[in-house]
């Protein structure tokens, strides 16, 4: 069986503030002390110069929550990938329920934010997954495949090298409710056979799938024993270094 490493990443949102985001980072740069899993936080777009500068001689990478589609130019508000990689990002999300569902965000849209991120040399996590209403209608792999196949349409094997694949159950996030490791990995499972049918072995075998929604230090173990979870994307929990860093002790 192919040897992926862990990917555990702090999505922070909305929250923090710049005291509070540079003592946070500094708590998660101290405990990370090895390279066993790779490990990543999302500060908000203000916070990511004085994030990343305490980041500095640590393992941990920094990542922005969102880019723009756009290289550059009159598009009032966004931020483009060349400006995130000055601030020392490695990565940015794209896809996240938050905006699919709250702002609004196309298959289409995010595709080129796909293309935009990784031509311009970012890393992409790219989010997924399904609504309650869509599970309880057992529609949950046709949400998977036409995520998945409208996202990464055009990409090169080079291209790949650089995605992280995070499954996300809309209906876990934020809710305390979370999917069973059985879930989890029929999911991933699932995602990881489109790969390949689309892809090839060398893709689908590479590329980590890590699970988000509702994680914690409780449930963390349990998940990451699935053979195709590999990794959380970590939301409230990631706003306390103790709990974040138990997740990362976890996942490795």
Not at 150 to 167: H, K, M, N, P, S
Not at 222 to 244: C, E, N, R
């Amino acid at each position: 069986m192919p040897t992926r490493k862990k990917f555990v990443a702090g999505n922070w949102k909305m929250n923090t503030t710049l005291a509070e985001a540079k003592a946070l980072g500094a708590a998660v740069a101290k405990g990370v002390t090895d390279d066993r899993v790779t490990v990543a936080v999302f500060p908000p777009y203000p916070w990511l110069t004085a994030v990343g500068e305490v980041l500095k001689g640590s393992p941990v990478a920094l990542g922005a929550q969102d880019v723009s589609s756009e290289k550059k130019g009159a598009f009032t508000g966004e931020v483009s990938p060349a400006m995130l990689l000055e601030t020392g990002c490695k990565y940015a999300l794209i896809g996240h329920s938050e905006r699919r569902h709250i702002i609004g965000e196309s298959e289409t849209f995010i595709n080129h934010k796909v293309h935009t991120a990784l031509e311009e040399g970012l890393s992409v996590v790219l989010c997924m997954g399904e609504t309650l209403a869509e599970r309880e209608r057992g529609l949950q792999e046709r949400v998977f495949q036409r995520q998945v196949y409208a996202a990464c349409a055009g990409l090169t094997d080079e291209q790949f090298g650089r995605i992280v694949i995070a499954y996300e159950p809309v209906w876990a996030i934020g809710t305390g409710k979370v999917a069973t490791p059985e879930q989890a990995q029929e999911a991933h499972a699932f995602v990881r056979s489109k790969l390949r049918l689309l892809y090839g072995d060398k893709i689908a075998d590479s590329t980590p799938i890590v699970y988000g929604g509702s994680v914690t230090p409780d449930n963390t173990v349990g998940l990451m024993s699935q053979p195709d979870v590999d990794g959380a994307l970590v939301g409230g929990a990631s706003l306390k270094a103790d709990s974040f860093l138990a997740i990362v002790k976890a996942a490795g």
